[in-house]
């Protein structure tokens, strides 16, 4: 990419994802429910995942890699545990 053009889009980039990031949070502190509030830090751990990606990509390394593959990990096991105990709660 041009060196002119990196700059903007880094900048673009940071502005997305902190826009995701602050109505993720927003979200985890109103709620109303649990769902919405694991959604939530679900959405915000693949804003986190998504910085780092971009920080790789800007720098043209990998170091970040193992990271990003735990994140999303954490970030999946953790939906899918409370996805199933509040499906076992709602039953009769």
């Known amino acids: 990419m041009s060196a002119l053009v990196m700059p ?18 927003i979200r985890m ?12 830090a679900d959405v915000l751990l693949a804003v986190v ?9 800007a720098n043209r390394h990998t170091n970040h890699m193992a990271l990003i593959v735990a994140i999303t990990l954490i970030g999946f096991i953790g ?4 996805a199933r105990f509040v499906q076992e709660r709602r039953r009769p």
């Not at 502190?29 to 939530?40: C, H, N, Q, Y």
């Not at 939906?79 to 409370?82: F, G, L």
Request: aromatic letters at 4%.
């Open 8 to 25: 903007w889009v880094l900048g673009i980039c940071c502005v997305v994802l902190s826009l995701a990031a602050f109505g993720a949070i």
């Open 49 to 57: 995942a998504a910085a780092l990606a971009i920080d790789m990509a």
């Open 29 to 40: 502190i109103k709620g109303p429910a649990l769902l919405d509030r694991v959604l939530a």
């Open 79 to 82: 939906s899918v545990t409370v």
